[in-house]
């Protein structure tokens, strides 16, 4: 069964980057600059950003559904990332590289299952969840920091 990572859009990011430091504390945000990599995931690329890159450290709700699992955390975002479409069926390597959590969730928007996976086995850990019918959709996070890294539905 194939499936289909999807990024953030960067639309709603894009204004952050012209707020002073004291307008983005006032929302939850910093800006920082990157000194490592990897270290930076960027939701919007689903690229590490590059050493020296600016990027900002916001809270964004990345479960809005209307169940007792709505969630935000803190997520990166590169200045100037453009959106990340990856082909179906693949895994960016920002992805594969770190250890997942992989969270299904129902048509309810109810947690299904969950495992915790090496990045490099998504792709078959991906379409092993899928196969429930029940499972409407899939979140990933970095397994030890716990931060949101895209959304999976079936392609």
């Keep these: ?37 990897p270290g930076y995931p960027c939701r919007v690329s689903l690229a590490d950003a590059e050493i020296g890159e600016t990027v900002l450290l916001v809270n964004f709700e990345h479960q809005p559904a209307d169940s007792p699992y709505r969630a935000s955390h803190a997520i990166f975002v590169r200045e100037h990332a453009g959106q990340a479409f990856p082909a179906a069926g693949s895994v960016p390597e920002a992805l594969a590289s770190r250890l997942i959590s992989v969270r299904a969730f129902d048509y309810k928007h109810f947690l299904f299952n969950a495992d915790v996976v090496d990045g490099s086995r998504l792709s078959e850990s991906i379409p092993a969840m899928f196969q429930d019918p029940e499972v409407a959709y899939l979140h990933l996070h970095h397994a030890k920091p716990g931060c949101f890294a895209a959304r999976v539905t079936r392609a």
Excluded: C, N
């Design 1 to 37: 069964m194939s499936f289909q990572i999807h990024a953030l859009s960067p639309g709603p990011f894009a204004p952050l980057f012209a707020m002073s430091d004291d307008e983005l504390r006032s929302l939850r945000a910093t800006r920082m600059t990157v000194d490592a990599k």
